[in-house]
């Protein structure tokens, strides 16, 4: 039996298909990938009937995959099918689950009868209100959220489920320790929606998927207190059957900073807009933000940094990028750039969000959230006319006679929207949440995403399949700090280990980098030379372990040379206290590698060839001793010692905030096609547009949000005009 399985996933293995094996006599497996692993699916037929469906998937996210672990196997009994929806939000596990069991019944060689009918199966509840809870977006003990307006001790999201015998009577989300602003599409429309269809299968809110499912992981669990079978409720929630057809002056695609920007422009201008927004709040990517670039802002002027104009910043970017940006569209930015910062100011001044709160040289403090967007658009642009559509996709650019009229677009509950305009301005914000056009467009997918998963690429695959082309530097927005793809560095501390200066190995056990740039020249030199490798080994000991997680960077380097760097205030926090109960993680998932000596470590880590990592262990103790170094040139108090073990190895990729540089445009946010003209009626701005950036990304503050702002606002100045001039 064994010899037949391994030949039979050799074979699968070769081919690149699903492993199928038949296990027992009424049972039938298979295996294919899943999110965080394999995914093995066995099915048990009986006369037809499917008699039960177990699925083991270990590594699916918990709380995520996992739910479609959990439910699945009794939507499909109920069923008598392994044709049954995806569970929303989880949605590789499932369409994993549903290959590998439509897999094992081709093998089983069986047909599956009707159905049962529901009723017939569904358990009776006992009526009453019941209580379920669930983590969200911030797991227990994450201290990230916190960035971002949730509470300091993260608690799971609490719901209460009033059910009568048969159905769910009320829901109602209790507390939440989730985002504020990312929580409020999901509280206002879930809860409701579970109700109104007696489903826990409706849709998850795009862009709150953990919060969504936090919700309805909690509704889930009140169900099963009350004697309910969760998968009796897995009702599949009937799509919309409707139309709506619009006309306007600019239709613009994604609410994030670009978006927003191109729509204060057309209120201001009298002009009519219409702005389609994919999730369900507003800002985008641009919430995550701390602040943006901008030049002789009335605010920086008055702070007494007048001195850096736009021309010396116009000639700082040129020559930083050697000139690959598009100069003329750098000039414009730069050039609208300090007056949109006070335009912004003055509609927040009016609000009672503070908007910027501290200048520099380029930056623009705003801090984190969604307040910033939702008064503009609550106080100021809604009032005015412009009519925003939430949790609606747009999904393909309407094309007469060689110009772009507008765009089709589909609302979350299945209504089809057509908006013809005279101009259409895409600004959805790049593809960081998309692994295969990472992999196609960058090179690869080896990068922690610090952004919004919900930004795919939609905006950048709509305009290239209309026929315009991609700008030369396709870039990732590559962050200072590192993480890890399987265990969540970013949530604690053991992201910032890249910033006490401790030996950096590539994946062959080469030193590749002067470590000392993962903080002094953090993104164009250090994140850079983290990408070009794919993965580092960063090396450290037990002792620092334990003064890290005691007094966090303190525990590292002197006051001395922390005050010399000038680090985020974040990151001199005093003390790292979740940083052991990272490494258990680490080293349980096989991330992270312990050993009494160096030696032991690199066989730990198991690098192919050990004399290289030997000989670059050799050379960097001697750079420790002398405390210099010849080749990187690394400052000496930056050099933390090796000289006592245990040691550790942690192993790190690059974070990203998303991507930059997409559909190629001229100095007017115009996309260009193949012959470099502009296509008539199309605009990109945002992280979706390329010619700004080269890579690597500018060292200064602000410039994607700087830029996304902008370039929204140059757009749409330039349609405007377009539009008054008939
Ligand atoms: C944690 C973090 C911190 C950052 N800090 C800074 C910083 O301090 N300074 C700085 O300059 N930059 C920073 N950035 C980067 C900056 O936030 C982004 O580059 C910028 O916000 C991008 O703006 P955008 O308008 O292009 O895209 P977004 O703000 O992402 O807006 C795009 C919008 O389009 C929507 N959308 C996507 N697809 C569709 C569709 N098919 N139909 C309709 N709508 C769609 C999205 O939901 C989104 O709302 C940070 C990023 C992150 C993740």
Redesign the pocket.
Known sequence: MRKILSLALALCLALSCVAAFAEAGNTWSATEQGFGGEVTVTLTIEDGVLTDVAIDGPNETPGVGQMAVELMPGMMVNANSVEVDVVSGCTISSTAILTAAKAALEASGQTLGAAAPAEATAAAMTPGTYTGEAYGKWQKGSIEGERFGSPAIIEPTQVAVTVDESSILSVEVVSTSDTPGFTDPCVERIPAAIVENQSIAVDVV??ATLTSRAIINGVTQALEAAGANPADFMKPVPKADAEENYETDIVI????????MAAIEATEAGVDAIV????G?????????????GIQSQQQIEAGVADYTVDSAFRELMDFCKWRANGPLVYNILQVSGANADRLQAYWDQTDDPGITGVGVT?HDTG?GTMKFDVLYDKFLVPAGVNVMLE????KLIVEDGAVVGVE?EKQDGTKVTVRAKKTLV????F?GNDEMLRKYIGHDNFY????S??????VN?CLEIGAILSDEVSP?L?EFCSNKKVDFYAGYMKFVNQAGFLALDPSGERFVNEEFFVTQALSYGASALRRVGYAYLVFTQEQLDAMTEKGLYGILSEETIDSLMLRKRILVPSYYTLKDEMEAALEAGEAWKADTLEGLGEAIGFADQEIYKKNIADYLTVLETGEDPLFGKRADMMPSLAEGPYYAVRVISA???T?NGIRVNENLQAVNSDYQPIPGLYV?????GGFFSYPYYEG?????????N??SVAAKHMIAAIQEG
């Open positions: 795009t862009g695609i994604g609410a994030g900073a670009a978006g927003t389609l927004e994919k999730t709040k507003l800002g985008g990517t641009s919430v995550c933000s701390t602040g943006f670039a930056a984190k609606t996709t747009a999904r677009a600004c959805t914000g790049g960081g995403l610090n952004g919004l919900s930004n795919v690429g939609d905006g709509m927005h962050a990203i905030d998303g930059y701005a945002g992280q979706d547009s503050v602000g410039w994607t949000q700087g830029y996304a702002w370039s929204g």
